[in-house]
């Protein structure tokens, strides 16, 4: 499947070199995910959810009707998730910071007067580090891809620049990195969730 | 009352569908989703191996056993669909489908009462879907249209689970129905009169009832986002 998704990406990339009217733009953003890890999620657990804010890099690549995107984001804690029902009794902290490249093509439709409007499927590689601290810290080190969608609007601030604003949603889960029966290592990482970001990217052959 | 009440709606649909009536359209679409079947929880999965959250529960490591993750499965998604679009809203049921064709299986860990042991494990499912839904539509200059709407569905589908190491095996299979809810987003590139490229994105939310199958048992959780891709052909009332 992510030998599928890398030549949809390649022949993307390739199009877009191809085409006069492509449009290539880059720039930079600005995100939040609420209850990464989501701690929310599991069944029977009172927890305090993780919020993280990112901050990264924006690279899109325009070929009339389709575009491909790219980039890499780095996402860190301002609030770390606490649960307080472990089996063991002591409360696991989480702080995961990633670093998350996606990759992304679909369609981009012209919106007349006010920019584009796209919406495209692929997935994201996840480089997972931060930690979860139990009796201990336990670092994490995990390198996922997760499949996803992103939905977005791009709208003209000025001719070489405009303002965008994504939601995305990408599913990835670690395997074991943490125990949280004190029996087995069985606490996992979920970065499953929705990412919504905002950015200014710039156009550098517009009207080329 | 709920007879007149369905009725009442349905006239209301009928009546708005003849004002705004502009084109039919039939879309064949295919995508994934992400991640498919929910916590995948069942009865048997909790009294045997302690497992309460089901897959999200399900991984566990220790050194000297080596096991592989088990991943939520991701799912292929495809379908057929008729569409009756107005100028302001639209109308569309269909045929979908969701199949399990990654993730799901891998290996864990457990103690039956004679020390630990590997157990490998599969999930599986995959389940059809009947949506109802009406939402608005956004139409740009005849060349882009947007649309957001939701609705209900009538989804069936069959789950499995197995698990087998050197002193258990068990296996079961569920099949039964429920009603989500639909939301869906969605948009239209018109390549000619005719015909339009389209992209969308459909969330369901809703689970089965308690399936029972033995002394084992499940809900099967129809709930997701799965992203599709197709082509819309159309006809056009308006412009006869």
Known sequence: MKKIILTIAAFFIAQGSLLADGKISAGITAGYQYDTGNLSGKSGVDADTEQNL?????????????????????????????????????????????????????????????????????????????????????????????????AGIESEIYNDASFIFEWEYMAARSSPVASASGVYDDYCIDYTGNRFRFGVIYHFNRYQ | MMKIKIYTVLILFAASAEVFA???????????????????????????????????????????????????????AAGAELRYTGDALYFKTGADIVYACAGGSGSTINDFGSGDEKVDVDYSLWFYYVPVTAGIVIDYWDEVRIFAGGGAAYAYGTFSSSFSSDSIEHEATFSGYGIPLVAELGCEYLLSENAALCCGITYLYGRSAVIENGTDYTRIDFSGFSFTAGLVFFYDFQAD
């Not at chain 2, 502009?22 to 009294?47: C, D, L, N, R, Y």
């Not at chain 2, 399900?58 to 292929?76: F, L």
Request: proline share 3%.
């Open chain 1, 54 to 150: 990112s901050i990264g890099a924006a690279f899109k690549l325009d070929m009339g009707f389709l575009f491909f995107r790219s980039g890499c984001e780095y996402s860190h804690p301002v609030e770390k998730g606490r649960v307080y029902n472990r089996y063991t009794g002591d409360m696991i902290e989480t702080s995961l910071s990633f670093y998350e490249v996606p990759v992304y093509a679909g369609l981009n439709l012209p919106v007349r007067g006010y920019g584009f409007f796209y919406l495209g499927g692929g997935g994201s590689y996840i480089f997972g580090t931060g930690y979860v601290k139990t009796e201990r810290k336990n670092r994490i080190n995990e390198q996922l891809f997760g499949f996803g969608f992103l």
């Open chain 2, 22 to 76: 502009s084109s039919v359209s039939v879309i064949f679409k295919g995508g994934f989703a992400p991640e498919i079947g929910g916590s995948m929880h069942t009865g048997w999965q909790a009294e045997h191996l302690d497992v309460y959250d089901g897959i999200n529960d399900i991984n566990r490591s220790k050194s000297g056993i080596k096991v592989s993750t088990i991943e939520k499965p991701v799912g292929a």
